[in-house]
Every structure is written in structure tokens, then in C-alpha cells.
């Protein structure tokens, strides 16, 4: 549904402050399954989702202030792996529960970790 509105306004972090973020919807599968690689424009990028694309994975869709963000994260059970710091600050996820996010250098919003 497209609508016309006045003004817009999105709760952004500044680099390093830290907001909350509700996770609308989690996703599990493969991450080609879960990523459109063909899509990715920057050669890097492209190649690192190339060489995991067929490990298992979750996405969240996250809600901030009313606009979605969507973050894919390879399962794994290595201590230093996203998957295993993020479980082991939240316990569990599920839908309806708010995590924390912050903006980057390059203002890429990034999930807090630790």
C-alpha cells in the first residue's frame, strides 16, 4: 500500500549509540535461500555470500521506527561466530521481542552483539 505523507520521520542511532529494534519476522534456510545474491552489486560482498550460500541461516526482519531492515546470520556454534554472541545475549529469539541495533561509520545499522 503506497500512501502520500507530509513529513517523515525515522529514529536513526547516532555512530555507536545504541536503539531498540522489534523483530517482525525470522526466517531459517540456506542463505541463497534467504539472499538474492544475484542481486549484490559489490564483487566482495557478492563472493562471501557465493562461498556460504549453502550453510544454514537465519534472517530477521526488524522493525525500526516503522521502516524494515532485514539481517541475515550464518548458524554456527563457534564462539567468535555472530549466530553464537547473538544467542548468547538474548538467550532465544522470537518474534515480537526487541533487540538492539547502531549505526556504523558508514551508517550501516548493525544488531549489538555483546
Known amino acids: 500500500m503506497v500512501e502520500e505523507v507530509e513529513e517523515i520521520s525515522i529514529p536513526l542511532p547516532k555512530v555507536g549509540e545504541k536503539i531498540k529494534a522489534k523483530v517482525k519476522a525470522i526466517y531459517?534456510?540456506?542463505?541463497?535461500?534467504?539472499?538474492?545474491?544475484?542481486?549484490?552489486?559489490?564483487?566482495?560482498?557478492?563472493?562471501?555470500?557465493?562461498?556460504?550460500k549453502g550453510r544454514e541461516a537465519i534472517q530477521l526482519v526488524l522493525d525500526i521506527g516503522g521502516f524494515e531492515?532485514?539481517?541475515?546470520?550464518?548458524?554456527?556454534?563457534?564462539p567468535n561466530s555472530r549466530f553464537y554472541r547473538l544467542m548468547k545475549k538474548y538467550g532465544k529469539l522470537r518474534k515480537g521481542m526487541e533487540i538492539?541495533?547502531?549505526?556504523?561509520?558508514?551508517g550501516r545499522l548493525r544488531i549489538v552483539y555483546d
Open 28 to 52: 531459517r534456510g540456506r542463505v541463497e535461500e534467504l539472499v538474492p545474491i544475484e542481486r549484490i552489486r559489490n564483487d566482495v560482498v557478492r563472493q562471501r555470500y557465493e562461498n556460504m
Open 100 to 106: 538492539e541495533v547502531t549505526t556504523d561509520a558508514n
Open 69 to 78: 531492515v532485514r539481517r541475515t546470520i550464518p548458524i554456527s556454534t563457534r
